[in-house]
C-alpha cells in the first residue's frame, strides 16, 4: 500500500472490478478509455496482464480510480509509463496529481525509475493541464497514434517527467 496525501494506492484486485467498470463507463473516461462492449472484462484484462501493475485508488475508504504503469525493460531505454483514470465526481481536487507523485515517488526509491512517460490523447486537454501540474513536460505529438472508437486514428501527445524534476 502507497500513502499520499490525500489518496490511498493499493494493488487492485478482482473485488475492485465493479467499481472500476463503474467509472471506465462514465461517459468522461470511457471518451478515453474505451475497452469495448464489455467494460468489465477489460478491467480485468488489465489486472491479469503480467506486464503491467494497476493500483486501485482510494480516498477515504472509497475506490475513486486506478492507476497503472509498466516497465521499459532494456537498460538503454529503461523508464516507466504511467496511465490513470479518475471518477469525474473527484476531479479537480488535486487527487490525481497526489496519485501520480506517490507511485513516481515509490517507482523512483523502490525501482531506481528516473524517467516517466505519459500519452493522453492530444484533444485531451483536461487531462494534459493535469499531467503538466504533476512536472509532465510535452515531447512531441504521436501522429495517428491510436484508433478511436470512431475507427479513425488520433494523435496523441507523449509528455514525460525526470525523476529529479518531481515535486514533493
Known amino acids: 500500500m502507497l500513502q499520499g496525501r490525500t489518496v490511498t494506492l493499493r494493488p487492485a484486485t478482482d473485488a475492485d472490478v465493479p467499481a472500476l467498470t463503474a467509472i471506465r463507463a462514465t461517459p468522461e473516461v470511457r471518451r ?44 538503454d531505454y529503461r523508464h516507466a509509463s504511467l496511465d490513470i483514470f479518475l471518477d469525474p465526481a473527484v476531479r479537480g481536487a488535486g487527487r490525481g496529481g497526489d496519485a501520480i507523485r506517490t507511485l513516481a515517488r515509490h517507482l523512483i526509491d523502490e525501482y531506481g525509475h528516473h524517467r516517466f512517460t505519459i500519452d493522453p490523447a492530444a484533444a485531451n486537454t483536461a487531462a494534459i493541464r493535469a499531467y503538466a501540474k504533476v512536472g509532465f513536460r510535452p515531447v512531441g505529438i504521436m501522429r495517428r497514434y491510436e484508433r478511436g472508437a470512431d475507427g479513425r486514428w488520433h494523435d496523441a501527445l507523449l509528455m514525460d517527467l525526470l525523476a529529479d524534476e518531481l515535486p514533493d
Open 32 to 75: 478515453w478509455w474505451r475497452g469495448g462492449d464489455d467494460l468489465a472484462e477489460a478491467v480485468r484484462a488489465d489486472l491479469a496482464d503480467d506486464e503491467l501493475t494497476v493500483y486501485a485508488i482510494e480516498h477515504d475508504g472509497r475506490v475513486v480510480g486506478a492507476i497503472q504503469w509498466y516497465a521499459e525493460t532494456d537498460p
